[in-house]
């Protein structure tokens, strides 16, 4: 009679789990860095438009 018995430690399956959260936590973590990256890109282009340079010496009126 030929049986494999498996037998998976508790401590193996903790580890495992908490190997998971980790890619996961990684993975949301570089993708909420890009995300911040990119929505700057776009922020930095619509305040640049809005914004007028003005002198010290000019009146910002004229």
């Not at 049986?3 to 399956?13: K, R």
């Not at 890009?34 to 305040?47: G, Q």
């Amino acid at each position: 009679m030929n049986s494999i018995v498996l037998y998976i430690d508790p401590s193996a399956v903790s580890y495992i789990i908490q190997a998971i959260a980790a890619v996961v936590i990684a993975i949301g973590a570089c993708l909420t860095i890009f995300r911040h990256k990119i929505a700057s890109l776009f922020k930095k282009n619509k305040n640049q438009e809005k914004r007028e340079v003005h002198f010290k010496d000019e009146d910002p009126k004229e």
